[in-house]
Each structure stands twice: as C-alpha cells, then as structure tokens.
C-alpha cells in the first residue's frame, strides 16, 4: 500500500503485445491497494523517425520546433497505455507534460525541471485514477514545450516520485537489475541487491547504461527510494537508495566507456593561471570536460590533458587550436582511439589495495594505462580501445570472481 | 496590408515538397507586408495510422486518449512546417491548440470551441513573427485535450479569423475554388467567383466535399470574409461573403450527397403527437435527421419518412424497432440505394419556375423521384443510387449552361 512511480522505457512500450505487458504490471500494482503513476517514453523508434522527419525539412532547425515536435512520441505513448489500461477495466488518465505541472527553465532540447505542480495529478490520485504521464517534456514559462534530453524520461519518473513523495521509483528497462559489469561485455557479471546512489552514480556516469545519471542525481538530492527491474521477468530488481546493508563484496561495479577522447596540450610554460585559461574557454563552449590530469612541471613547461566525449572532440580542438598561442603551447594533439575503464565501490579509498589489485590485474592482462584518475568510490584507467573488453573482464575476475 | 488566416488541409503538407510549397505561399503573403496566421491539418494519412495504432490496443478507446492521440498529428504538421519557413529565412513560431488558446466544450472527438484567449496569438504577431497553428484541437476547462471532429481544422481557421477580425481567411484546398457542381462528376462544371455564406452553406452540407458547414456557419455569424483556394495554382479562387454582386446566374451550384438513407414508418395512426414520439426518440440517441416528409392521413393511417446519413441507418432502425408497437405502425422499411441532388441558389422561392425546370430536365433524362424538399435557397430530390450522375450532369446542364 502506497504510492508507486514506475517508468517504462520506449522498448517496452514498443507495440501493442508490449503495452499490454507493461498494463499488467501497473494494474497488477495498483490491484495490490497502491497508487500508481506511471511516466512512459515514446515508443520504440518514434523519436528516430521525428528526428529524420525534421532533418529532411531543416538539418538546422530551431530547437523550439524540435521540442514541439518530438514531444508527440510521448504523447502518442501514453494515450495507447491509458487505453490498454482502461481495456483491462481499471480507472485511467493521460497526462502531458504540461498537463502534469512539469515546469522546466528554457533550454530546449535539454530543459532542467524546475518544478511540479502538483494539482492536477494529485486530483487524478485523489478519485483513484492510475496516471500514466508522458516523460521526457514540460513546458517553460513562455508555456513553450520544452523537453529534458537524454536520460529524460528516467529524470521526470524520479522527479514525479520526489514532488509526490512516492514510498518507491521502479525504473523498468530490459535488464533485471544493475549488474556488476555489462553482462553482454563480461559474461561473470552478477546483478546487485543494492547500490547506494553515489555508487549508481559513478558506474551510471562510467557507462553501465542502466539510468542516466540527472535521474540518479536526483534521486540522491531527494532520497527517492529507486529500483532497476525488468518489465519482462517478474522478479525483484536492484534497489537504489542512500545506505545499504554492509556487504562483503566491497566493489559494486566495472563498467567501461568508449565514448570518450583525450585531448593534450603539450608544452606550455609552468605558471599559474594556465589551467584557468584552458578550462574556462571549454566551459564557455558548454564542453564538458571529464578526467584532468596535468603532468608535473619540468624544463618549465608542463602538459595539460583531459577527457571530453567524443562528440565534443571537434569543438575542444577548436577551443584550444584557438588559444594555443596565446598560452604559448607547444603543440595541441588528441586521441579518441581510447576507452575508460572504472572499478565503483564505497570505501575504496580507505583500501589501498584496490588500487594495486586493479593495476595488477591489468599489467597481467597485457593492457597498457595511459592515465589513471580516482575518487571516493572510483578508479579509473584510460587505455587503448583495443584492449578495453579484455581489460574489463580482468578486472571483473579479479574484483567480483575472487572467491 | 492586413491580418491573413491561412488554412492548409492534410494532403497539402504531406511531405516535405509540399510543405515547402505551403511555406513559399506563407512566408510571399507575409512579404507583401501582411501578418500571417497559418492553421494547419495532421499529414496525408497520419490521423488513420494513429487510429489504426489505437484500434489494435482498444477498438473501443476513450474519447479522451482518442483526443489526445490524434492531436499529435497536427502538432506534427506545425514543427515541421515551421521548420521549413524558418530554413526560408522568416521568423515563425508554432502553436499547439491550447497555446494559441483554444478553449471547447469537453464533448471529446467533436468539441465546440467556447473562445479564443487572444494573448499569445497577439503577443507573438506583434513581434512580426509567422504563427503556425494546430488544427482540429484545443483544450477544455479540465485542461483536457479535445479535438473537433469532422472539418475541426477549417473551423479553427474561421474561429481564428473572426477572434483576431482578419481581413480574410483563405481555406487552400485541392480543387481551386467552388465549382457549379463536382467537377470529377459534371464535366461541364463551372468555378465561381463569389458565393454567399447561405449557398455556401447549402452546398457544403448537400456534399460539395469543399468545405465543412461548421465552418461557413461560423464565417456566416461573425461575417469572416472567406475564400477557397487551391494550394498548387497560383490564382484567385472563390470568395466567400455576406452580400455579393447581382449575377445573371441564379443558381449557384448543383451538388450530390451519396451517403443518405431513408427511413419510412408505414402506417401510423393518424393522430397528434406521432411525429413527436419518433423524432424525440432519434434525437435522444444524436441521430441527425435530414428531409422529412409525411405523407397525408388517409383511411385513419398515414406514412412519415425521413433521410440520415448511412452511418446511422442501422440505430435509426432500432429505434424505431423499439417503438413500433408502441406507434401501432404497420412497418418500418428502410432503403440506403438512393442518392440526393440539390440545386443551390438565392432567390430560388420567387422564381417557380426552378422547381419546374429541374422536375422537367429529370423528366427527359428518365429519372424517377422518390421524394422532394425545398427551402428557401434549395430544391433537393431523392433519386435511385443508379440514376445519380445522370441526374446531376441533366440539372446542371439545364441552369448553368442554359445559354
């Protein structure tokens, strides 16, 4: 008995076999003396086919119309829920983004939710009505459709379980649960019970593709109580939330991330304000910027190098390309041929052995570390792409398999 | 120099060519130094492929989520188009049904719009920027999505128009105007110049398949100037209005309407009230009821026979089924292998001899009439099924090509 927040991504809700399945589990929930809401995605390839729609009228079009349009995928979901649902006899309404009090700023095609107007839906709640609400899109203002971007519908579940103070937030995908690594990468991978948010967060970040992180972020900064489950298999997934039974197994997760480059700038003089310069014009370009690292001085020139996602590749060479002779740098070169491979785990740091275990694992293995970077509960190595699947299942074997 | 409302129905944006086609006439009307509101229809075929989707879920789907899918399909249709007047260099902003302020009734799937809340329209108008409208939806004042029903998006233009006082409000159809019959049907057609609402009216409703009657009963109450157009030619259609020049012609247009069926109860008493105890009945079940004719009591009993459209033939049937023994009818028949043909013109009644005239060319084509009505402005007969087109073409030569 409570109240149920549960997200189905645009697989499950893909046609009508799969709508059907993801009515039952939500009437199922709501049989059960629960209220339920429930946040859906467009389906299948809906978005893809807007997108293509779009590009064939205007590669450059404005983002506002793509807002517009691409808000329609949700919307068509979620009335072929709420009709799938009231077939199997129970009290159902739809609601948009707009209808359901998302209020975003106006970034569009990226919006952030700045609030929920709670009125209608707890309206809805109030007469017993399951609420299915389109993810993904609110409205800004201007009462302009704006929509969050990726990871967005994930994002609107676990704000929707935040501004009604859900008792839970299942997130429905294709896997059952949060594994230690990509089960299609290492076949060792074993799912999680439990995972507290930070540690979500890091392999979420590292490239599990389970959540997006905005989701979990969220999540952590209003104590959502959050699980990962399978809309196909009825059986528990893993539950996210801030602190966890003490578990024997101290690493939660190995995950790699291919979508990652390396961009250096070789050579410039060893005096302060240098890294300032650097990172400031990347932020003013909206890049972000991952690992840093900056090689320690010597003949008084140091290197500076970071990890952007490949997308931005283009855009950070440009940045620098642009300032190099103002820093007085030697050279500016980049690497995208790489991949970053992370152990996530609380307590890390106070274990210093994880360290020297993961290197080992990876020296035996054969794989060269181009740069290493930690954190609380993370450590990462970047290494040559080629190596990247090998190098994940070394790690796996030697953190997760050890007994 | 003025306000212009545009209406692009769903085969004139059905892919991108024809979208940029709507963009060029748009953005030429808005450089002649006009301010333009364009409404447009969901594409080609979309509105079938979202009631199909919605079919293979529930074929017995709420009204509600019916209105919020298909209000996707025109939500569709004004990114995109504004999407290309945007790539044509011209400031341009779309809005959804309840953006631009469209308020209804909550009768879902064939609303009424109460009222215009102008601001947003204005607001962006002022800044000169092109305003690309949703047709066929708004919303009620649940904030629920509604849609309009049958010819929703041209009377959102008319609807439009008359809130903003436009100086005309063009319906860009396929055909390039309003034709003396269908030209697909009555080779020797005719297009007019101009026409009155009322004869508009008549020819719309008599299935001249040009435009819907909601919609020129609106331009007709709120004296909106209107014209059909074609969106392909690049030329003056037919204009719309309350008063128009005095014309040699009399009659406007000849028109056919093969979706008709006609009900008779045969043999009821011939006493007061009967007429009331049937129609009071068919309205309470929303069956529109077209020409009636009841038939002069003779030996105690009398015959009353009426048309409805096909679609409701068979629940016309079953209510009169229901309340025959109660009217002590003899029979209730029904025959839908009939057709109506209608002559359209004002000062029709103080010319007796139209009626004549059209009774005459029938007579020598060999057509049999089955039943007649007359108003003010129109003769209509019901004829056999077979006879239609020979009908139409025998009329139409002998008003508007007499000389």
């Keep these: 008995m409570g109240l149920i927040v549960q997200k189905f991504g645009g697989t499950s809700v893909k046609d009508a076999e799969r709508i059907f399945n993801v009515a039952r589990i939500v009437t199922d929930t709501y ?37 517009v349009l691409l808000s329609t995928g949700e919307q068509i979901s979620i009335s072929l829920l709420a009709m799938a649902i009231d077939k199997l006899g129970f009290p159902v309404k739809s609601l948009t983004g707009w209808q359901a009090g998302f209020l975003t700023d106006s970034s569009h095609t990226r919006a952030r939710i700045r609030r929920i107007n709670k009125e209608r839906l707890e309206n809805e709640l109030s ?72 540690e979500m967060l890091e392999l979420a970040t590292l490239g599990a593709n389970v959540l997006h992180n905005r989701s979990v972020e969220m999540g952590k900064k209003y104590s959502v109580p959050m699980e990962v489950l399978s809309s196909l298999e009825r059986k528990p997934g893993t539950q996210i939330k801030e602190v966890i039974k003490v578990e024997k197994m101290l690493i939660k997760g190995v995950a790699r991330d291919n979508d990652v480059a390396r961009v250096s700038i070789v050579g410039v003089p060893d005096t302060p304000g240098i890294a300032f310069k650097v990172f ?124």
């Excluded at 629960?34 to 779009?54: F, H, M, R, Y």
């Excluded at 007469?127 to 704006?146: E, L, P, S």
């Excluded at 952007?308 to 190099?324: F, P, Y």
């Design 31 to 67: 049989a059960q003396g629960n209220n339920v809401v429930v946040v859906v995605s467009a389906q299948g390839d809906t978005t893809d086919d807007l997108i293509e729609k779009a590009k064939e009228i205007n590669p450059n079009a404005s983002e506002r119309e793509m807002d």
């Design 127 to 198: 007469k017993r009505n399951i609420v299915i609400v389109a993810g993904f899109q609110g409205i800004n203002r201007y009462d302009d459709i704006t929509t969050l971007g990726r990871g967005g519908s994930d994002t609107s579940a676990v704000a929707l379980a935040a501004a009604l103070h859900a008792d839970n937030c299942q997130i429905y995908t294709d896997v059952d649960g949060v594994y230690t690594a990509d089960p299609r990468l290492v076949p060792n991978a074993k799912k999680l019970d439990e995972i507290t948010y930070d």
């Design 280 to 403: 400031s014009q990347l932020a003013a370009k909206k890049i972000n910027v991952d690992i840093i690292l900056q090689s320690i001085g010597r003949d008084g020139t140091k290197d500076i190098s970071f990890t952007v996602s490949r997308s931005h590749k283009d855009l950070a060479m440009e940045v620098l390309g642009d300032i190099k002779e103002n820093l007085n740098a030697h050279d500016v070169v980049c690497d995208d041929n790489i991949s970053k491979v992370s152990v996530v785990g609380a307590g890390m740091q106070t274990n210093p052995g994880v360290a020297s275990k993961m290197f080992e694992a990876l020296a035996d293995a054969g794989v060269n570390i181009q740069m290493i970077s930690t954190s609380e509960i993370k450590i990462s190595v970047l290494i040559d792409l080629k190596d990247s699947e090998k190098a994940l299942n070394a790690i796996h074997d030697a953190f997760i398999n050890e007994d």
